[in-house]
């Protein structure tokens, strides 16, 4: 078992920045790639950033590309997201989750999940 808490939501104006955290416990964290993943309402839960069991390869959807950066500290037992430029269009809850093996952008193939955190960008 993984347990994951997400952290460091919250409303934030067009052009600014967040640091979301994701604290892990529970099974060994560093055998596990990581993702965070978002869902805005009406919409489907979207892949955001993945970073691989060894905290590199790090993986981006095109809309968090050159804006959000995903970073692991496995003695902390602990992924961000840093969001810099942050839109609109970002408002979601954001979730991290955990898999086994590769870094994967389906959601459906993480198996641990954290509860998510609300992420509001006003314009």
């Known amino acids: 078992q993984v347990q994951l808490v997400e952290s460091g939501g919250g409303l934030v104006q067009a052009g600014g920045s967040l640091r979301l955290s994701c604290a892990a416990s529970g099974r060994t964290f560093s055998s596990y790639a990581m993702g965070w993943f978002r869902q805005a309402p009406g919409k489907e839960r979207e892949f955001v950033a993945g970073?691989?069991?060894?905290?590199?390869?790090?993986t981006y959807a095109d809309s968090a590309k050159g804006r959000f950066t995903i970073s692991k500290d496995t003695a902390k037992n602990t992924v961000y997201l840093e969001m810099n430029s942050l839109k609109p269009e970002d408002t979601a809850v954001y979730s991290c989750a955990a898999k086994g093996g590769q870094v994967s952008t389906s959601w459906s193939t993480h198996r641990y999940w954290g509860q998510g955190t609300q992420v509001t960008v006003s314009s």
């Open positions: 970073i691989s069991w060894s905290g590199t390869r790090p």
